[in-house]
Structures are given as structure tokens and as C-alpha cells.
């Protein structure tokens, strides 16, 4: 199985940009899909972005169509976050996540067998 680990989380002060990364260990991200969920507390866990294992698809929640975007380095082995605009709705606990056959779903978390350990994103002024 393939190790995922979450960095680059931190506090921010809304309208501001932060990116996070997803560096894999084990296996290459070439053979998965990835996607980045989060959750808020008291919330339920919330896909966010993701990217396909094969045709360059990818895709956005509506909730942060516009702002964030994800994007692959495979030399790096890493699946990074760009979030722009943030805003305090968007304060969680930002996870990404990888398995190698998505079928039913991109946003639901029960499609993925790998998980990182999550970084936390608050958004404050």
C-alpha cells in the first residue's frame, strides 16, 4: 500500500493563499487516484478535489470551484492543494487520499483504501 502524508497546513487570515502536499511513500502516485477531502468539526468528511489515475481528469467541489485546485508532480511523487481566497468556512482537516480504481464516486471517502494522517487549515481573522 502506499503511505501519504499532508503538509504545508497552518493558521491564515481570510482572502490569503496556502498550498498543501500529499508526498507518497511505497508505491507511485502514477497508479492511483487522489483526492483531498477535509472536515470541519461536527461536519461529515467533504471531497474537495481530485485527480484521476490515468487521463489527467480532474475535478472540484462547487464549494471551492475558482479558488482551490489540484495538481500532480510525479518526478516528486506528490499531489499538492492550492487554495486561494481562503475563507473561514474553510477551516478543517484537510486529508488526501488514494486508491487505484474509483468507481461510484470521487467525493465519497469510502471509494479510497489509503489515507493520510491530515493537516489542519484554520482560517481566522
Known amino acids: 500500500q502506499v503511505q501519504l502524508v499532508e503538509s504545508g497546513g497552518g493558521l491564515v487570515q481570510p482572502g490569503v493563499s496556502l498550498s498543501l502536499a500529499c508526498a507518497a511513500s511505497?508505491?507511485?502516485?502514477?497508479?492511483?487516484?487522489v483526492g483531498w477531502f477535509r472536515q470541519a468539526p461536527g461536519k461529515e468528511r467533504e471531497g474537495v478535489a481530485y485527480?484521476?489515475?490515468?487521463?489527467?481528469?480532474?475535478h472540484v467541489a462547487d464549494s471551492v470551484k475558482g479558488r482551490f485546485t489540484i495538481s500532480r508532480d510525479n518526478a516528486q511523487n506528490t499531489v499538492y492543494l492550492q487554495m486561494n481566497n481562503l475563507k473561514t468556512e474553510d477551516t478543517a482537516i484537510y486529508y488526501c487520499?488514494?486508491?487505484?480504481?474509483?468507481?461510484?464516486?470521487?467525493?465519497?471517502?469510502?471509494?479510497?483504501?489509503?489515507w493520510g494522517q491530515g493537516t489542519q487549515v484554520t482560517v481566522s481573522s
Open positions: 511505497g508505491h507511485t502516485l502514477d497508479y492511483y487516484a
Open positions: 487520499a488514494a486508491d487505484g480504481s474509483i468507481i461510484f464516486g470521487w467525493e465519497d471517502p469510502d471509494e479510497y483504501d489509503n
Open positions: 485527480s484521476s489515475r490515468t487521463d489527467g481528469t480532474r
